[in-house]
């Protein structure tokens, strides 16, 4: 199994990896790795865990590309480390580390991901303004954490058109223990038709006594999944 992580790169460079890699991002075959907070910077704990955790289920030809930041060497060490004791773990896995200078570099990390997946497929198409408005009656509120992935960049991935997200859509961003969540949702349902909640960052709402539904997942594009299937098929997204 092929694996690729890319670790402490900006987000714009997910952005572009999001839009050519959406199936290899979602089977885990492309691991994102954020950096450590503004200063940047590998995550070294978020990294050892997928690191590890990939490699246990089978993952034997591997690629790191890190965003090598100057000042940051220290992150360097312990990412290091934690490739050193997989590799005495899982012998038989070839893992190539490459360190890219620019955090920004998307093209080239680009280019890196489509050597090893060269025939990621076309991002699937969405749902149609119509299909909407014979399931919909008011507006869909889409609730995030600051540091992720806008939920309108996501839905344009996901085949979306952006009459569609104007006409339809809105989006709140919270910043992690600023509002009390739960009192705060249930406020903004009893405006709203639907709730689409990416919880990576807050946290999970569960059997939350909501007026309206909730397609709630961890990353944007899964809420998205939810709530494209209870389009679809009528199941409820939570």
């Given at each position: 199994?092929?694996?690729?992580?890319?670790?402490?790169?900006?987000?714009?460079?997910?952005?572009?990896?999001?839009e050519?890699?959406?199936?290899?991002?979602?089977?885990?075959?492309?691991?994102?790795?954020?950096?450590?907070?503004?200063?940047g910077?590998?995550?070294?704990?978020?990294?050892?865990?997928?690191?590890?955790?990939?490699?246990?289920?089978?993952a034997?030809?591997?690629?790191?590309?890190?965003?090598?930041?100057?000042?940051?060497?220290?992150?360097?060490y312990?990412?290091?480390?934690?490739?050193?004791?997989?590799?005495?773990?899982?012998?038989?896995?070839?893992?190539?580390?490459?360190?890219i200078?620019?955090?920004?570099?998307?093209?080239?990390?680009?280019?890196?991901?489509?050597?090893?997946?060269?025939?990621?497929p076309?991002?699937?198409?969405?749902?149609?303004?119509?299909?909407?408005?014979?399931?919909?009656?008011?507006?869909?509120?889409?609730?995030?954490?600051?540091?992720?992935?806008?939920?309108?960049?996501?839905?344009?991935?996901?085949?979306?058109?952006?009459?569609?997200?104007a006409?339809?859509?809105?989006?709140?961003?919270?910043?992690?223990?600023?509002?009390?969540?739960?009192?705060?949702?249930?406020?903004?349902?009893?405006?709203?038709?639907?709730?689409?909640?990416?919880?990576?960052?807050?946290?999970?709402?569960?059997?939350?006594?909501?007026?309206?539904?909730?397609?709630?997942?961890?990353?944007?594009?899964?809420?998205?999944?939810?709530?494209?299937?209870?389009?679809?098929?009528?199941?409820?997204?939570?």
């Amino acid at each position: 199994m092929k694996v690729v992580f890319v670790a402490g790169f900006f987000t714009p460079v997910l952005d572009k990896l999001e839009e050519k890699f959406a199936d290899q991002i979602k089977s885990r075959n492309l691991v994102w790795i954020r950096q450590t907070g503004p200063d940047g910077g590998v995550n070294p704990k978020e990294f050892r865990e997928n690191f590890n955790d990939r490699l246990a289920v089978g993952a034997r030809d591997v690629l790191v590309l890190i965003a090598a930041l100057k000042g940051k060497e220290y992150t360097m060490y312990r990412i290091d480390d934690v490739i050193a004791a997989a590799t005495r773990r899982w012998p038989e896995a070839t893992i190539t580390v490459e360190h890219i200078k620019d955090a920004g570099a998307f093209s080239l990390v680009t280019s890196r991901v489509e050597a090893v997946f060269p025939s990621a497929p076309a991002t699937e198409s969405g749902i149609s303004a119509k299909q909407l408005r014979d399931k919909i009656s008011g507006r869909i509120l889409c609730v995030r954490e600051r540091n992720h992935t806008s939920f309108e960049r996501a839905f344009q991935r996901a085949g979306f058109s952006k009459e569609t997200w104007a006409e339809f859509f809105d989006e709140e961003v919270v910043d992690h223990g600023e509002v009390n969540l739960v009192s705060w949702m249930k406020q903004k349902s009893k405006t709203y038709s639907h709730i689409i909640y990416s919880w990576h960052g807050l946290k999970y709402i569960g059997g939350t006594d909501l007026e309206c539904p909730i397609h709630q997942a961890g990353d944007a594009r899964d809420a998205i999944d939810r709530f494209k299937q209870w389009i679809t098929h009528g199941e409820e997204g939570d």
